[in-house]
């Protein structure tokens, strides 16, 4: 499905990379402010929980839109309308800040809207890639994606609030325009090449509607029994691990008895854990059949989240251990995963499956800390870990007798 890649890749790729994560330090940067300064501000858990909300839900609701945008038109044009987007608003709330009239609803504008131009530029940035880079290095790339998130969550909170004490917030804000601008830049020089289908779209041929291309996504991913077995995996191992960083205060506080600097050593052990296995997977490159990896992955979140539900109250080191194991675990499921899709789903179709694999995930999270909450309050933080953990094991060890599964690579659409 792969498009015929010719000359030297690298150089164009890893330009376009490297301003892409520079904007994304910027914008992280900008997300740690808004909401320390609605924290200082408010002081209410519900203005933080809205917050919350308004920066996930365009994800949920616009990424099959998004989807459809990305492989309809230009995806270099996309990805330039969302870094635009991105700093006109952020430049305007900066301004907002100057004379001093912001207000809590200009910040939960400012986080709807730059989420929403995120749910464009991701399945633009993801259906790119897949065009500019030789197939066997498709999960290494994924794996530095991986490492770099893994650094932005770790590094983004201590370099945020050493920005905040020597400069006014509209500094930093300012700061996530100038990254945004060398996002764009690149993009303003590098040819990024589009599938038939949407060049054809582009040069006035008739086509189906943008509904119909919307449906063509659906069936696509309904119609690859092996990718929605995957897909259904990842989204129940999404609902048992999404609230498990949220579970970590009452889980400090009740079970070991500790404090801040306890969450902190679990917090840190985290992002340190998704680094360590974005730079695995950067230079292993994962197994031939990139699925293997994945369940591997799988199996291995399992058996940490397990075995973090056992640990005892006078072993919290052992419980930091289990914390750093699973985060390392996730670039090794979403890694080849994502390289998956991009080596085999058409070209032509790539926006609309990622958009919509990325808008099931996130909305199976939420449903996960609705049903963690009360499990938790009745049966124990210790039971969520444990239980979610096995089912993560089964999971994982059942899909490796499914042929569908262990042979998507083989079988298309």
């Known amino acids: 499905m792969q498009a015929t890649l010719c000359g030297d890749w690298k150089r164009p790729f890893y330009i376009l990379w490297g301003g892409q994560a520079l904007s994304m330090v910027g914008s992280a940067l900008v997300q740690f402010a808004l909401v320390w300064w609605l924290a200082q501000t408010t002081k209410s858990a519900t203005i933080l929980a809205l917050a919350a909300l308004f920066a996930q839900l ?25 870094d635009c987007i991105v700093a006109f608003i952020t430049l305007l709330l900066a301004l907002l800040w100057a004379i001093g009239s912001v207000q809590v609803w200009h910040i939960y504008s400012v986080l709807l809207i730059r989420a929403a131009a995120g749910a464009f530029q991701f399945p633009a940035m993801q259906a790119s890639t897949s065009l500019m880079v030789p197939d066997e290095h498709l999960s290494r790339i994924a794996g530095y994606n991986q490492t770099l998130q893994g650094a932005l969550s770790m590094a983004t909170p201590p370099l945020g609030a050493l920005l905040l004490t020597v400069l006014p917030l509209q500094g930093v804000l300012a700061i996530d325009v100038a990254t945004a601008c060398f996002g764009i830049l690149p993009l303003l020089f590098i040819m990024i090449p589009q599938p038939p289908e949407a060049t054809a779209g582009q040069s006035g041929r008739r086509r189906s509607s943008f509904w119909d291309e919307m449906g063509d996504g659906v069936r696509y991913l309904r119609a690859w029994p092996g990718l929605v077995g995957v897909l259904f995996i990842a989204m129940l191992v999404n609902f048992v691990f999404s609230p498990a960083s949220a579970l970590w205060p009452i889980w400090v506080i009740q079970y070991f008895k500790g404090g801040a600097f306890h969450l902190a050593l679990l917090e840190s052990a985290s992002g340190i854990g998704i680094i360590a296995g974005g730079v695995a997977l950067s230079i292993w ?61 058409d070209p032509a179709l790539q926006g609309r499956v990622f958009s919509l694999i990325l808008s099931l995930s996130a909305a199976i999270a939420p449903l996960g800390l609705i049903a963690a909450g009360p499990a938790s309050d009745l049966l124990g933080v210790r039971a969520w870990y444990a239980a979610g953990g096995l089912l993560c094991v089964l999971l994982g060890v059942a899909a490796f007798f499914r042929p569908a599964i262990v042979h998507i690579e083989d079988q298309h659409a």
Do not use: H, Y
């Not at 839109?65 to 044009?77: H, M, P, Q, T």
């Open 58 to 82: 365009p994800m949920i609701f616009l990424g099959p839109v998004a989807g459809v945008v990305a492989d309809r038109w230009s995806r270099r044009l996309v990805m330039i309308a969302s």
């Open 285 to 345: 490159g994962g197994c031939r059949r990139r699925i293997l990896t994945a369940l591997a992955g799988v199996v291995g979140l399992g058996l940490g989240l397990l075995l973090t539900g056992l640990t005892s109250a006078d072993a919290f080191p052992l419980a930091v251990v289990c914390v750093f194991f699973i985060a390392a675990m996730i670039p090794i499921i979403d890694g080849p995963i994502m390289a998956i899709v991009q080596s085999t789903v």
